[in-house]
């Protein structure tokens, strides 16, 4: 752990992008460094670690006991950017501001310039360059070409001269590259999945539902690059599944098979209706984003027990706080004059006295 500091000096600026700073309303990935009475200071992690603040006040949407059920140090969070001075250094970011489906977005995006910059800086260091050098000569000019680097590297394994033909890097760190890529990019396959209602109430009827879901697996048979399958749930409620390589593609091929069955059910007085959104199968995606949903109904029912609870104390004050005084029981069950006497134990002594005064009397004249 000693030594990290002296490989990232060695290594140069290690931003992920080419911009210096961040814009505002980009979602950022950053890591918490410590919390003051201010906010929490954060490290940009895609920007060479550069210093940002969450304030207080943007750390959640709601109001909140502790900063600790929030926020804590070492932790990574998915923040959004309010403000930029680079002539000042100062980044104003928010975490309220930021939902479940940002965060998955984000985090997304982030996994895969890290998987972009982990390749240069391998290649880097082991061919004495700093991956700012690196990333200016073969990063930088990639995105701006093919819009992602990681495209571009995804690419490089089928067509390394068409990728790298024309970028000013000496071939030993082309070949460097091209051998990190390969081991690093090696393509998985993924499932895609999309709920269907398909039905028919024509004099076909089932034999159209039929015909016109096979129609998607015209799909799979075109070049291989997409296997698709249809699975019944309960009529008409079907369930449309395709696996690739490529996510990009795969989503293609899902809304072409759709439409394919859209048009044949439609054609033979049928309906068509699609239920969900195209879904990964099982994906981290979709994992994250359910867990990020259960802990935000969580949240939102912990601070309304809490906001209860807060209106219940403030409701509940000293016993006899707005009473009279002299509406007030004393133990006795009497009521407390402004001397804290009790009334009825005064008038009962009263009555004893007078009491005691007629029998004198009484007996004075006996004798």
């Not at 200071?41 to 207080?56: A, F, K, Q």
């Not at 599944?241 to 049928?270: F, H, N």
């Not at 195209?278 to 994906?283: A, D, F, K, N, R």
């Amino acid at each position: 752990m000693a030594s990290e500091p002296f490989v990232r000096a060695s290594l140069g600026d290690c931003r992920f992008y080419e911009q210096r700073f961040p814009k505002p309303d980009d979602l950022v990935m950053v890591i918490v460094r410590r919390i003051a009475d201010m906010g929490a200071y954060v490290s940009l992690l895609e920007y060479n670690n550069i210093e940002g603040m969450i304030l207080m006040s943007e750390l959640s949407k709601r109001r909140f006991r502790s900063v600790s059920k929030l926020i804590r140090v070492g932790k990574t969070e998915v923040v959004m950017v309010l403000r930029v001075d680079e002539s000042k250094g100062y980044i104003d970011l928010s975490k309220r501001r930021v939902s479940p489906e940002d965060i998955v977005k984000c985090e997304e995006k982030y996994s895969i310039a890290k998987l972009v910059q982990t390749i240069v800086r391998h290649v880097a260091q082991t061919k004495g360059m700093t991956v700012d050098e690196l990333n200016s000569r073969v990063t930088w000019p990639l995105d701006r070409k093919y819009g992602s680097a990681h495209e571009a590297f995804k690419e490089a394994v089928a067509e390394p001269d068409e990728v790298f033909g024309g970028l000013d890097v000496a071939e030993d760190v082309k070949e460097a590259l091209l051998s990190d890529i390969k081991r690093r990019l090696t393509p998985q396959a993924i499932k895609l999945r999309v709920r269907l209602d398909v039905c028919c109430f024509g004099y076909e009827g089932v034999t159209a539902v039929k015909d016109a879901l096979m129609k998607a697996h015209t799909i799979s048979t075109e070049g291989q690059e997409m296997e698709m399958s249809v699975k019944l749930i309960a009529p008409p409620q079907y369930v449309l599944i395709g696996s690739c390589l490529d996510r990009q593609l795969g989503m293609k091929k899902m809304k072409e098979a759709m439409d394919l069955v859209k048009d044949e059910i439609t054609r033979r007085g049928g309906t068509f209706v699609q239920k969900s959104e195209i879904i990964v199968v099982g994906g981290e995606d979709e994992r994250h984003l359910n867990e990020l949903l259960r802990e935000a109904a969580e949240d939102e029912e912990g601070d309304e027990e809490e906001e209860s609870d807060e209106e219940q104390d403030e409701t509940m004050g000293e016993i006899g706080e707005d009473v009279p005084e002299d509406e007030v029981e004393g133990e006795d069950g009497a009521e407390v004059d402004e001397k804290g006497e009790a009334k009825e134990a005064k008038a009962t002594h009263q009555e004893n006295g007078k009491e005691d005064g007629d029998g004198g009397e009484d007996g004075e004249d006996k004798e």
